[in-house]
């Protein structure tokens, strides 16, 4: 059964930064994208950003763009979320999600496998 292993997230203040970390295990199946989702409290889930396992395109959700950057490392089958300049409007649970059946969609039926969460606060 495929497990996503997610690290990072905590508490830091406005303009800090955080990195997540995601690694799938327990399949040696190929992901199509893989990447993250984030729900605030009381809101539903959004995809944040998402990066192709092939060619590496990426996408991010507006609000994050210029401060969020998604990068893979194929050697360590890991996926990272870089987050810059944090705003207390991401605070969220964030998710790690990965679509191993290839949908090609990034709403949250799209994605097979999702993390357990990691809980991400931005607050001074």
């Known amino acids: 059964q495929v497990q996503l292993v997610e690290s990072g997230g905590g508490l830091v203040q406005p303009g800090g930064s955080l990195r997540l970390s995601c690694a799938p295990s327990?399949?040696?199946?190929?992901?199509?994208?893989i990447g993250w989702f984030r729900q605030a409290p009381g809101q539903g889930r959004e995809p944040v950003s998402l990066?192709?396992?092939?060619?590496?395109?990426?996408f991010y959700t507006d609000s994050v763009k210029g401060r969020f950057t998604i990068s893979k490392d194929s050697a360590k089958n890991t996926v990272y979320l870089q987050m810059d300049n944090l705003k207390p409007e991401d605070t969220a649970v964030y998710y790690c999600?990965?679509?191993?059946?290839?949908?090609?969609?990034?709403?949250?039926?799209?994605?097979?496998?999702w993390g357990q969460g990691l809980q991400v606060t931005v607050t001074s």
């Open positions: 990066i192709s396992s092939g060619d590496g395109n990426t």
């Open positions: 999600v990965a679509d191993f059946l290839g949908t090609g969609g990034i709403g949250e039926a799209d994605f097979d496998s």
């Open positions: 327990g399949t040696t199946a190929h992901y199509y994208f």
